[in-house]
T-cell receptor, first 117, second 111 residues
Framework: GAVVSQHPSWVICKSGTSVKIECRSL??????MFWYRQFPKQSLMLMAT?????????EQGVEKDKFLINHASLTLSTLTVTSAHPEDSSFYIC?????????????FGAGSRLTVL | QKEVEQNSGPLSVPEGAIASLNCTYS??????FFWYRQYSGKSPELIMS????GDKEDGRFTAQLNKASQYVSLLIRDSQPSDSATYLC???????????FGGGTRVLVKP
């Protein structure tokens, strides 16, 4: 089945630094990927839709200058949390549709747990 | 009103019993419906997808969809302790491909 690989699985950083999270589709091409954030005991909240070769589409309330998304190829999207602060500590999960093979089934990466000190 | 609503639980069921989870959605034009299971600290994994009214069975899981009443449910038969997790209902609205998730229902299966 389709596999979405996410790296790193966890990261700890100091306040004010930037962190990059990678999301790769391993056996399929993904023109669109989605980035979610999940705080403890809460559901997934869509942050942005990453579009290959064009600008990402951000959900209301998500700062595009803070959460930089780059989708430079059909298999890779990156999320950079710039000038991270403790309130950015969360579980970040990317996802992609399998496309024609899998109808509109969304496959998730394993997630990246960010802790900002 | 939230777009996709679920009872947060926890829903406590004895081992071997049936767990029944419900989900309601607000967008009447929604076309695709999904149930994901999420273990603590892990990302969601797809259990079932359903697109048309009625029941869909897959092993111990049965999804039920009623578009007229705007609800989708998930039954887990012969519940096992390993079924203890949070179950997320997700709906694909009529416009676009962005899934909207409910808040999730936490299920606890007690031996």
């Amino acid at each position: 089945g389709a596999v979405v690989s996410q790296h790193p699985s966890w990261v700890i950083c100091k306040s004010g630094t930037s962190v990059k999270i990678e999301c790769r589709s391993l056996d399929f091409q993904a023109t669109t990927m989605f980035w979610y954030r999940q705080f403890p005991k809460q559901s997934l909240m869509l942050m942005a839709t990453s579009n290959e070769g064009s600008k990402a589409t951000y959900e209301q309330g998500v700062e595009k200058d803070k959460f930089l998304i780059n989708h430079a190829s059909l298999t890779l999207s990156t999320l950079t949390v710039t000038s991270a602060h403790p309130e950015d500590s969360s579980f970040y999960i990317c996802s992609a549709y399998q496309g024609a093979r899998g109808a509109n089934v969304l496959t998730f990466g394993a997630g990246s747990r960010l802790t900002v000190l | 009103q939230k777009e996709v609503e679920q009872n947060s639980g926890p829903l406590s069921v004895p081992e071997g019993a049936i767990a029944s989870l419900n989900c309601t959605y607000s967008d009447r034009g929604s076309q695709s419906f999904f149930w994901y299971r999420q273990y603590s600290g892990k990302s969601p994994e797809l259990i079932m997808s359903i697109y048309s009214n009625g029941d869909k069975e897959d092993g111990r899981f049965t999804a039920q969809l009623n578009k007229a009443s705007q609800y989708v449910s998930l039954l887990i038969r012969d519940s096992q302790p390993s079924d203890s997790a949070t179950y997320l209902c997700a709906v694909n609205p009529a416009a676009g491909n962005k899934l909207t998730f409910g808040g999730g229902t936490r299920v606890l299966v007690k031996p």
